[in-house]
Every structure is written in structure tokens, then in C-alpha cells.
T-cell receptor, first 110, second 115 residues
């Protein structure tokens, strides 16, 4: 079992819709959770982090964490073509390492 | 602006010819990391330095070495690159290890091609 799992996609949504990206993790002791956006050929860019159960909102982005289910998600409201990228879920595990999922490719169609 | 800088952006090397990738940071972060990312795969941690303390991942091949001569610079040495080492190499920093609230700051990456 991978430490951090994501659906690879591609996930295709129309412009203006809500994109929902999901991630599960195996280390129950993990404390911090991150979403990175990565454009093709570029390095990852931090979008949000969350460490408490519940929702955290920042502009059009909402991160959701459920530690009991070992599940974290990212919602993107009013999706724009510029949001088209690969979204990487990363988990800071008990070993003190940031472990990445393989990413979900998002495509927002005009 | 404070940042993490990787050089070069693109590196072409011959099979078996040693190559060095460099990373510098102006953030004064204590921890520096090297990740390898192959196409459509997750970034994979190779090793990290907490200050001068070197920490190697168990599955990092011996072909990969690293040096951190000072706080600002960190180098990745590939002693004998093989075709399977072609990847994007990402340098990242963090203020402290075990930071709950801080993600890593990444450099722009070096795309390595082995011919």
C-alpha cells in the first residue's frame, strides 16, 4: 500500500464548476497535510496546508481533512482554465518526512 | 526575493559521466532536501540535510551523493548516471524539520537527460 494515494485522473471539469480532488494516506499518526499545484515541467507550488479536522478555506480553495477516515480533499470553486495542472497531495508523516502522492491531473475546459 | 535557486534548469549528460546539480537558498532555512521526480510519478525523497547532518533514504542508490558545504548551498552528485536516472530533480527547503505548519519551498528544478 502506498503511503499517499490519489486518483491519477485526468479529471475534467467545465469552467466555473467545482473540482474535487481526493487523497488517502496510510500513516495514522500523520499531522500535517499539504496540497501542491504543479504545472507541466515546473516545480510544485504550495496551495494550502491543513492540520485540524474539518474545512479550511482560502479564496476559491477549500481543504477538507478527516483524520478518522485518513482522508484529505481539495475543492476548487469556480474552476478556471488556468487551474489546469497536476495537484499533488503531500503528507508529513510520523517519521518527519513529506511524502507525496502521484498527483491528480486536472483539466478545466473553457 | 528570498528563494530557492537550482542550476542548471536543463542538464544533458552522457551515460556514465559524473554530473553535479546545484541548489542555493536565501531563506536561511535549516533543512534542505533533494527529490527525484520521474514523469507522471510522485516526487521521491532521496536525502536531506538538517543543518550539516546528512540523512539518506534507505532506498536511495549509492550512485547518488550529496554535499552541503554551508547553509546556503547543497549539491547532488550522480557518479555514473544511467538512463533510468533521467528525471526532474527538485531541491526544497524548510525552516525546521518536523514543522507542522510549513510546507517545503521548492526550487524550479533541474531536468536531467541522459544520452
Amino acid at each position: 500500500q502506498k503511503e499517499v494515494e490519489q486518483n491519477s485522473g485526468p479529471l475534467s471539469v467545465p469552467e466555473g464548476a467545482i473540482a474535487s480532488l481526493n487523497c488517502t494516506y496510510s500513516d495514522r499518526g500523520s499531522q500535517s497535510f499539504f496540497w501542491y499545484r504543479q504545472y507541466s515541467g515546473k516545480s510544485p507550488e504550495l496551495i494550502m496546508f491543513i492540520y485540524s479536522n474539518g474545512d479550511k478555506e482560502d479564496g476559491r480553495f477549500t481543504a477538507q481533512l478527516n483524520k478518522a477516515s485518513q482522508y484529505v480533499s481539495l475543492l476548487i470553486r469556480d474552476s478556471q482554465p488556468s487551474d489546469s495542472a497536476t495537484y499533488l497531495c503531500a503528507v508529513y508523516n510520523q517519521g518527519g518526512k513529506l511524502i507525496f502522492g502521484q498527483g491528480t491531473e486536472l483539466s478545466v475546459k473553457p | 526575493d528570498a528563494m530557492v535557486i537550482q542550476n542548471p534548469r536543463y542538464q544533458v549528460t552522457q551515460f556514465g559521466k559524473p554530473v553535479t546539480l546545484s541548489c542555493s537558498q536565501t531563506l536561511n532555512h535549516n533543512v534542505m532536501y533533494w527529490y527525484q521526480q520521474k514523469s507522471s510519478q510522485a516526487p521521491k525523497l532521496l536525502f536531506h540535510y538538517y543543518d550539516k547532518d546528512f540523512n539518506n533514504e534507505a532506498d536511495t542508490p549509492d550512485n547518488f551523493q550529496s554535499r552541503r558545504p554551508n547553509t546556503s548551498f547543497c549539491f547532488l552528485d550522480i557518479r555514473s548516471p544511467g538512463l533510468g536516472d533521467a528525471a526532474m530533480y527538485l531541491c526544497a527547503t524548510s525552516r525546521e524539520a518536523g514543522s507542522l505548519n510549513y510546507g517545503y519551498t521548492f526550487g524550479s528544478g533541474t531536468r536531467l537527460t541522459v544520452v
